[in-house]
């Protein structure tokens, strides 16, 4: 059975801090990993994806994360945060075999301080 | 702009009457999904449809149903609302079916049972 768990439902960081949003899965099978950004009152936006090869995944707005099996972790972080990095995060794992049994964790919320 | 669309955008429904949620896309996307979300509780499968003419039961199936009878739509019923299914609702769409296809959602539908 596969799950994800998000560490921390909310998280705020000072503007121009690092962003480290935390993610932990469990899978029978090596998995395929996804960072979806949902802004309020919005649909969730595909933030980057780990499918096969490298392991350190760039994304849009300067996200990036790192698959690593040993900790079965799957991180995001962005060197330095903008106020309009301002939203749900949430961190989604599948498996190859159907995207619909992708399994979402319940999401972080992250707060720019000014 | 290509995507997806959801209506309505919101909307208050007294309980046990019937209500359809409508979703299209123009991508011309092989599969669908409708989940909900509900605070700290991330997004869960309704159901999904791999293709047209088909559709499966995700996580939390009961009291909804769907169908596809063509590629670009794929409606949700509530045949008698019911409190519980206070929630706000994304249809969402992948190109492909595999575990490696993100997915792309609408921005929802709000909807409060009374």
């Known amino acids: 059975a596969q799950s994800v768990t998000q560490l921390g439902s909310h998280v705020s960081v000072s503007e121009g801090a690092l962003v480290l949003l935390r993610c932990n899965y469990s899978?029978?099978?090596?998995?395929?990993l996804f960072w979806y950004v949902q802004y309020p009152n919005q649909g969730l936006q595909l933030l980057l994806k780990?499918?096969?090869?490298?392991?350190l995944v760039k994304g849009i707005n300067g996200f990036e994360a790192e698959f690593k099996k040993s900790e079965t972790s799957f991180h995001l972080t962005k060197p330095s945060a903008h106020m309009s990095d301002a939203a749900e995060y949430f961190c989604?794992?599948?498996?190859?075999?159907?995207?619909?049994?992708?399994?979402f964790g319940s999401g972080t919320r992250l707060s720019i301080r000014p | 702009i290509a995507g997806i669309t959801q209506a309505p955008t919101s909307q208050i429904l007294a309980a046990g009457r019937r209500m359809t949620l409508r979703c299209t896309q123009d991508?011309?996307?092989?599969?669908m999904y409708w989940y909900r979300q509900d605070l700290g509780l991330g997004l869960r499968l309704i159901h999904y449809?791999?293709?047209?003419?088909?559709?499966g039961k995700g996580e939390v199936p009961d009291g909804y149903s769907v169908s596809r009878a063509n590629t670009d739509d794929f409606p949700l019923t509530l045949a008698s609302a019911v409190p519980s299914q206070t929630s706000v609702y994304f249809c969402?769409?992948?190109?492909?079916?595999?575990?490696?296809?993100?997915?792309?959602f609408g921005d929802g539908t709000r909807l409060s049972i009374l």
């Open positions: 969402a769409s992948s190109e492909g079916t595999g575990g490696n296809q993100p997915q792309h």
């Open positions: 899978s029978s099978v090596p998995p395929y």
């Open positions: 780990y499918t096969t090869g490298a392991t």
């Open positions: 989604a794992v599948t498996r190859y075999s159907s995207a619909s049994k992708i399994i």
């Open positions: 991508m011309r996307h092989n599969a």
């Open positions: 449809s791999n293709t047209a003419g088909t559709t």
